[in-house]
């Protein structure tokens, strides 16, 4: 292979003797369970109250956007996923489209958001203080916690240390008792009696006025809960037939938990007694929603099986987190942020063990500092957010790069993305907006510290000049940077000088504009190294694997 080749490229063949030891053993239900499993975690036993504290009933609303907005983002990703499937995904398109810039700052942010499984962990901790008092205190992990947590962090490993086919199995009944014991909620919460009117009374059916839908989706923890939807596709490179079932398993992820989570915010909204309205949504106030709304009435059976959920849903968000770590750090080896040597896959197994031993040390020493569940959560969904966004950029890219070269209409193509990738860019950006400034200042900053770090990393390596790879990449440097000084200004928490909705306005506006700028970045990038892209790279094997 020709040595004036960036070095993504010159890292395929290495890659893929490694990506094909991967294991084809996931079908459409197997996939299906992976992505509602990830959605479905501690969010249910926290949402509906915020949700409804922020936005009263119209929190519906709120549900149904979000779920719209993702299956936007996630029809992008199905095409890259389905196009080209490969372990670790997510964190492989955005280099190969937009050179090492955007691939080390995005894989930076990736490799932050293992901490993402660190909250899940960090819940279970909190939900078992309702029967040892001594795992949390004040709002933070004890040392014993602390302990506990490592203790479990550990489990987690174990479990996935075996083959996909083992995980898969376990994950399919993990995620049976997930969605079995919010649906025994929904039916016993409104068989212990509803009260009339709910969507009207009590201030109307929007009591705080429909932008606070908007506020809903970040504040409510709205968001957070749909998030993890992508999941199928970090596995796509271990389904049989990927083009077929990775879009379905996605988009029926998706379905499944939106419909349990309006369920679930129905129930609450019908079921809490008057004697707690006095003072509107806003005065609801639990620490544990639904098992404290089931003692309320009475329902002491369904509150203690609720506290055991609260320990079996975060855990099985977990258990699917440490595989999907494992996949990224696995995927952030090939792009060479990390040593090639996490990038070894066990033969027997078909599982990145060494990647797997990373992410727990990782997930354990992320504990620490935080210790608390909110603390992590309001940090890593911005980072999630961010990859969506990318990806975004990576379809509209491959796309350019195809019409240029004229290839055909590949099979797997999702009708629409041409105007679905910028809408889905922009809701991300959006999203992320949303969030509030009390966040972004702690994660946008965070995530800006990839560019050091990619400095320090290009030093000495072939490939393209630093001054290519800078100038392909700016866009995403520019627009973290203008999303930071928009939080600042804007009404989510920040000064307020520039005033809703004309915040968000901007923030559309100069989304799409970057996003037109990041594509014809990434399709120049392309042109001046067409083998960046393995899906053209000439004498290599179909990406998409029989």
Wanted: charged share 10%; glycine share 12%.
């Amino acid at each position: 292979m020709p040595q004036n080749q960036p070095p993504e490229a010159r890292a395929v063949p290495a890659a893929l003797s490694q990506e094909y030891r991967l294991r084809m053993d996931l079908g459409f239900w197997g996939l299906t369970a992976i992505g509602f499993s990830n959605i479905l975690g501690s969010g249910w036993l926290f949402a509906a109250l915020y949700a409804a504290q922020t936005a009263g009933p119209a929190a519906l609303l709120s549900w149904i956007a979000a779920g719209a907005l993702c299956a936007l983002v996630a029809l992008v990703m199905v095409e890259l996923g389905a196009t080209r499937p490969e372990g670790g995904g997510t964190v492989r398109w955005p280099l190969y489209a937009s050179g090492r810039l955007v691939g080390t700052v995005i894989g930076w942010s990736v490799l932050l958001s293992v901490g993402g499984t660190a909250a899940e962990i960090s819940a279970i901790m909190q939900y078992a203080a309702h029967y040892l008092p001594g795992l949390y205190h004040g709002g933070r992990l004890t040392a014993t916690g602390l302990g506990v947590a490592a203790a479990l962090s550990a489990l987690l490993t174990v479990l996935n240390w075996f083959a996909v086919r083992v995980f898969a199995r376990l994950n399919n009944l993990v995620s049976v008792l997930k969605v079995v014991i919010p649906v025994v909620t929904v039916i016993a919460l409104f068989l212990s009696g509803t009260h009339s009117g709910r969507l009207t009374d009590h201030g109307g059916f929007a009591p705080y006025g429909y932008a606070a839908c908007l506020t809903a989706l970040a504040g409510g923890g709205i968001v957070y809960s749909v998030n993890g939807f992508q999941a199928p596709l970090d596995f796509s490179g271990e389904a049989r037939n990927p083009r077929r079932t990775v879009p379905a398993a996605v988009l029926t992820g998706i379905a499944l938990a939106v419909l349990v989570y309006l369920a679930l915010q129905l129930a609450f909204l019908f079921t809490v007694p008057d004697s707690l309205l006095g003072h509107g949504w806003h005065g609801v106030n639990f620490d544990s929603p639904f098992g404290q709304l089931a003692l309320v009435l009475n329902l002491h059976w369904l509150a203690t099986l609720l506290y055991a959920d609260a320990v079996l849903s975060p855990g099985g968000s977990a258990y699917v987190g440490v595989a999907i770590d494992a996949r990224h750090t696995y995927a952030l080896a090939k792009n060479g942020l990390l040593p090639r040597f996490f990038m070894r896959i066990d033969p027997r197994s078909g599982t990145a063990h060494r990647a797997l031993l990373l992410n727990l040390a990782v997930i354990v020493v992320f504990m620490l500092p935080f210790g608390g569940w909110q603390d992590i959560v309001s940090v890593m969904g911005d980072m999630y957010l961010l990859i969506y966004a990318a990806s975004a950029v990576a379809a509209a890219v491959f796309r350019a790069h195809d019409r240029e070269r004229g290839v055909p209409r590949a099979d797997g193509r999702v009708p629409g993305v041409r105007w679905i990738a910028p809408v889905s860019f922009m809701v991300s950006g959006e999203f992320v907006f949303w969030s509030g400034w009390h966040d972004l200042r702690l994660a946008l900053p965070l995530v800006l510290a990839g560019v050091p770090l990619f400095l320090m990393l290009r030093r000495g390596t072939e490939g393209p000049s630093p001054r290519d790879e800078l100038r392909s990449g700016a866009w995403l440097v520019f627009y973290l940077a203008a999303l930071t000084l928009l939080s600042w200004l804007g009404s989510f928490g920040g000064s307020g000088r520039l005033p809703a909705p004309y915040d968000s306005a901007v923030v559309a506006v100069v989304s799409l504009a970057v996003f037109g700028w990041a594509v014809r970045s990434g399709a120049g990038h392309l042109r001046a190294h067409p083998d960046a892209d393995p899906g053209s790279a000439p004498g290599l094997p179909d990406p998409i694997r029989p």
